[in-house]
């Protein structure tokens, strides 16, 4: 194995100087993107009649919408109103982390093919991502982005909607815990041993009555090359079964998303990847959504299912746009042939993304909305597990929208949460999937 190192002192003082500044900060919208396109201002409205404007500040497949390329097509009635960038600071305590730890942060080259990552324990592996593999090092940013150690989503909703316009929907409740790399003043120590957990997340629905106790967990390790674990929890059994690895790509309880799409539109093994850095950009994205407030359609656009201008302004997002495949002794039998994503340059999350069939063509389009949540002691962030997520399947003319939460219902982040969420035998091991109807 070649080890290599990751960066160097100087430019992650630097970085952290530039973030640690950014605090409460609002950036007018109104530069333009490379290319010489005209700018955008706070006010503007983008719609059907003017969105050529301003498609230098689109992802390739929201420009597809707006054309009507694709068999799902942006409502006649579309609105994107665009207010000021707003930057969140990221957690004290996460960049804290950053700077005692990044520069020993190593990349580790696989005899595989892939790549891996060592000495990491908390905060920004890579701080100032560059060549060689910078878009692998942009990937692990995305991956180890700050997250509470405690996320409670008390009522949220999956809609599906198939090619005559009918949908169906159901409810769900989600827990999500960090177990490992935690840097939340409050979080448990971090497990030690090489079968550390890193992170799990809990889905358990609660409407339709039918499918009502029906559960998912998944499990992801701190060792990156260890495979994540997943479970379902059936009811007409009583008991919980494990998930085969060659099902990761099927669609999950009937929605265009599959358990390669968790984790926020992203959950994949980090070691089995290739990653190709392909720019950096200005797009607009709905940050600090609002999630809807009435039970679905009633604030979408549709038939899209597009947000509304309630779900609040979007901005002009900084992002990195990165290509993802599977390496070469991994890519048989997997589901995409590539997945492009455009993460959030300052808290590394996905705005947007296109995922590709393995001829090449495109295949579905998702979008996601974080929330901003203020986190006990550590301030507003957009990374706290919560958004809205829209899925077009442009092959099938199928879509999946799921909003976390909805319809005003509450949420819990770390000590908020009431004391039975923290029962971690209950909701972060197989064992606990089996105590559901007991």
Request: aromatic content about 12%.
């Given at each position: 194995m070649k080890v290599t190192k990751?960066?160097?002192?100087?430019?992650?003082?630097?970085?952290?100087?530039l973030l640690s500044s950014a605090v409460g900060v609002s950036i007018a919208a109104g530069e333009a993107p490379a290319g010489g396109a005209l700018p955008i201002s706070p006010g503007t409205s983008i719609t059907m009649s003017n969105w050529q404007q301003y498609e230098d500040f689109m992802p390739e497949s929201m420009i597809g919408l707006f054309s009507g390329k694709y068999s799902w097509k942006m409502p006649a009635d579309v609105r994107i109103e665009i207010g000021p960038t707003i930057i969140h600071p990221l957690p004290k305590n996460y960049?804290?982390?950053?700077?005692?730890?990044?520069q020993q942060v190593q990349l580790v080259e696989l005899p595989t093919g892939g790549l891996s990552l060592a000495n990491y324990h908390g905060g920004i592996p890579f701080p100032n991502p560059a060549e060689p593999h910078m878009g692998w090092k942009t990937l692990a940013n995305l991956w180890y982005r700050y997250i509470p150690h405690l996320v409670v989503d008390t009522y949220g909703s999956g809609c599906s909607i198939d090619g005559n316009g009918s949908y169906s929907c159901q409810a769900y409740v989600g827990v999500k815990r960090q177990l490992a790399y935690n840097t939340d003043a409050d979080a448990p120590p971090e497990p030690a041993g090489p079968g550390a957990r890193y992170f799990t997340e809990w889905f358990m629905t609660v409407q339709p009555e039918q499918d009502k106790y029906t559960a998912y967990l998944t499990v992801n390790y701190a060792d990156p090359a260890r495979p994540e674990e997943a479970y379902v929890f059936l009811p007409s059994l009583r008991r919980s079964q494990s998930i085969s690895t060659s099902a990761r790509c099927s669609q999950s309880a009937g929605m265009d998303v599959n358990f390669e799409d968790f984790h926020n539109g992203f959950d994949s093994n980090l070691t089995e990847l290739d990653v190709q850095y392909r720019?950096?950009?200005?797009?607009?994205?709905?940050v600090d959504a609002n999630p809807p407030s009435a039970p679905f359609p009633a604030d979408v656009a549709m038939p899209l299912g597009f947000p509304t201008p309630k779900w609040g302004s979007w901005q002009v997002r900084d992002v990195d746009v990165i290509s993802i495949k599977k390496i070469p002794a991994k890519a048989?039998?997997?589901?995409?042939?590539?997945?492009?994503?455009?993460?959030?340059?300052q808290f590394s999350y996905p705005l947007w993304g296109e995922l590709y069939d393995k001829s090449g063509q495109l295949w579905k389009i998702f979008g996601i909305f974080p929330l901003k949540v203020d986190v006990p002691g550590v301030g507003p962030v957009n990374t706290a597990?919560?958004?809205?997520?829209?899925?077009?399947?442009?092959?099938?003319?199928?879509?999946?929208?799921?909003?976390?939460?909805?319809?005003?219902?509450?949420?819990?982040?770390?000590?908020?949460?009431?004391?039975?969420?923290?029962?971690?035998?209950?909701?972060?091991?197989?064992?606990?999937?089996n105590l559901i109807m007991r």
């Amino acid at each position: 194995m070649k080890v290599t190192k990751a960066m160097n002192l100087l430019s992650l003082l630097v970085m952290l100087g530039l973030l640690s500044s950014a605090v409460g900060v609002s950036i007018a919208a109104g530069e333009a993107p490379a290319g010489g396109a005209l700018p955008i201002s706070p006010g503007t409205s983008i719609t059907m009649s003017n969105w050529q404007q301003y498609e230098d500040f689109m992802p390739e497949s929201m420009i597809g919408l707006f054309s009507g390329k694709y068999s799902w097509k942006m409502p006649a009635d579309v609105r994107i109103e665009i207010g000021p960038t707003i930057i969140h600071p990221l957690p004290k305590n996460y960049l804290a982390a950053t700077e005692k730890y990044a520069q020993q942060v190593q990349l580790v080259e696989l005899p595989t093919g892939g790549l891996s990552l060592a000495n990491y324990h908390g905060g920004i592996p890579f701080p100032n991502p560059a060549e060689p593999h910078m878009g692998w090092k942009t990937l692990a940013n995305l991956w180890y982005r700050y997250i509470p150690h405690l996320v409670v989503d008390t009522y949220g909703s999956g809609c599906s909607i198939d090619g005559n316009g009918s949908y169906s929907c159901q409810a769900y409740v989600g827990v999500k815990r960090q177990l490992a790399y935690n840097t939340d003043a409050d979080a448990p120590p971090e497990p030690a041993g090489p079968g550390a957990r890193y992170f799990t997340e809990w889905f358990m629905t609660v409407q339709p009555e039918q499918d009502k106790y029906t559960a998912y967990l998944t499990v992801n390790y701190a060792d990156p090359a260890r495979p994540e674990e997943a479970y379902v929890f059936l009811p007409s059994l009583r008991r919980s079964q494990s998930i085969s690895t060659s099902a990761r790509c099927s669609q999950s309880a009937g929605m265009d998303v599959n358990f390669e799409d968790f984790h926020n539109g992203f959950d994949s093994n980090l070691t089995e990847l290739d990653v190709q850095y392909r720019a950096q950009r200005k797009i607009i994205g709905l940050v600090d959504a609002n999630p809807p407030s009435a039970p679905f359609p009633a604030d979408v656009a549709m038939p899209l299912g597009f947000p509304t201008p309630k779900w609040g302004s979007w901005q002009v997002r900084d992002v990195d746009v990165i290509s993802i495949k599977k390496i070469p002794a991994k890519a048989r039998g997997y589901c995409y042939g590539e997945r492009v994503i455009y993460a959030d340059r300052q808290f590394s999350y996905p705005l947007w993304g296109e995922l590709y069939d393995k001829s090449g063509q495109l295949w579905k389009i998702f979008g996601i909305f974080p929330l901003k949540v203020d986190v006990p002691g550590v301030g507003p962030v957009n990374t706290a597990a919560l958004d809205v997520e829209s899925y077009w399947d442009i092959q099938n003319h199928h879509a999946s929208f799921a909003s976390e939460p909805t319809m005003g219902r509450p949420y819990y982040i770390n000590e908020q949460a009431p004391k039975e969420y923290n029962d971690d035998a209950r909701y972060t091991t197989a064992a606990g999937l089996n105590l559901i109807m007991r």
